[in-house]
Nanobody, 113 residues
């Protein structure tokens, strides 16, 4: 199983980023996938999930700002992040939901104030 997250970077408050996570070694289309994040000194937390049927769910802290989506043909899950805040600064990971510890390296998102 390999889940490779990309698309992070440094943005100013209010900016946007689009993260991508390409999966291999899994039957991607049937799995619920999730984006997670871990800020320095904090536990990893769930940000958003998307089911095989494209139903979505979000943490309260990102509702209305983030959008999770998937492209089964490309075996990729996306996270569109708008109106970014400094508290969104973290390393972002994707995995199944529930997670199966396929964290990989993640992608760093840094939001400057």
């Amino acid at each position: 199983v390999q889940l490779q997250a990309s698309g992070g970077g440094l943005v100013q408050t209010g900016g946007s980023l689009r993260l991508s996570c390409k999966a291999s070694g899994i039957n991607f289309a049937i799995n619920t996938m999730g984006w997670y994040r871990q800020a320095p000194g904090k536990q990893r937390e769930l940000v958003a999930t998307v089911t095989s049927g494209a139903a979505t769910n979000y943490a309260d802290s990102v509702k209305g700002r983030f959008t999770i989506s998937r492209d089964n043909a490309k075996r990729t899950v996306y996270l569109q992040m708008n109106s970014l805040k400094p508290e969104d600064t973290a390393v972002y990971y994707c995995d199944h939901w529930p997670p199966q510890n396929n964290w990989g390296q993640g992608t760093q998102v840094t939001v400057s104030s």
